[in-house]
T-cell receptor, first 116, second 114 residues
Framework: AQKITQTQPGMFVQEKEAVTLDCTYDTSDPSYGLFWYKQPSSGEMIFLIYQGSYDQQNATEGRYSLNFQKARKSANLVISASQLGDSAMYFCAMREGRDGGFKTIFGAGTRLFVKA | DTEVTQTPKHLVMGMTNKKSLKCEQHMGHRAMYWYKQKAKKPPELMFVYSYEKLSINESVPSRFSPECPNSSLLNLHLHALQPEDSALYLC?????????????FGPGTRLLVL
């Protein structure tokens, strides 16, 4: 059974510093996609970054990078130079290939607080 | 700005009411999704439409009825809901229902059932 684990319910970071949000996953499917989403208090789920299981390099998107360690089944999100607007809930998610990729399973989320 | 729109943003309804949530995407995507999200919980998949055909129904009660009139529109018809159905309802779309395709979400509809 697929599973996404985010062990940090809440994280604090000082403005302008970097922060790492942890995510581990469990799957036996060789084909899968890993995603990170940001959800501010407004409720909208904002896509941040994607990593495919066959990608050789870690994904990067602006201030976001994904530390993909396939053997350890981890896909941690690194946010560099934190901003006050980064305060939000962050979800790690996975889609497997064998079920047609229809389902996205989300982790429990990590709430990030950025301090001025 | 999101290219997935949802209306209404907020909805309050009684248990005997019939209402509909609407979702529209402007990205030419062929897969659309409904999720339910309770407070402080991750989203849970309800329905998946792929090429306007229902592909997944995650054992959702029949008081929720999805409809996909065309590839860019997705509705969720609500009837005889219960107070525990109060939640944020999120619509999403992706190019296709494949594991490497990113889902893009709308702003959601906050539903309160009295």
């Amino acid at each position: 059974a697929q599973k996404i684990t985010q062990t940090q319910p809440g994280m604090f970071v000082q403005e302008k510093e970097a922060v790492t949000l942890d995510c581990t996953y469990d799957t036996s499917d060789p084909s899968y996609g890993l995603f990170w989403y940001k959800q501010p208090s407004s409720g909208e789920m904002i896509f941040l970054i994607y990593q495919g299981s066959y990608d050789q390099q870690n994904a990067t998107e602006g201030r976001y990078s994904l530390n993909f360690q396939k053997a350890r089944k981890s896909a941690n999100l690194v946010i560099s130079a934190s901003q006050l607007g980064d305060s939000a809930m962050y979800f790690c998610a996975m889609r497997e290939g064998r079920d047609g990729g229809f389902k996205t399973i989300f982790g429990a989320g990590t709430r990030l607080f950025v301090k001025a | 700005d999101t290219e997935v729109t949802q209306t209404p943003k907020h909805l309050v309804m009684g248990m005997t009411n019939k209402k509909s949530l609407k979702c529209e995407q402007h990205m030419g995507h062929r897969a659309m999704y409904w999720y339910k999200q309770k407070a402080k919980k991750p989203p849970e998949l309800m329905f998946v439409y792929s090429y306007e055909k229902l592909s997944i129904n995650e054992s959702v009660p029949s008081r929720f009825s999805p409809e996909c009139p065309n590839s860019s529109l997705l509705n969720l018809h609500l009837h005889a809901l219960q107070p525990e159905d109060s939640a944020l309802y999120l619509c999403a779309s992706s190019q296709a229902a494949r594991h490497q395709e990113t889902q893009y979400f709308g702003p959601g509809t906050r539903l309160l059932v009295l």
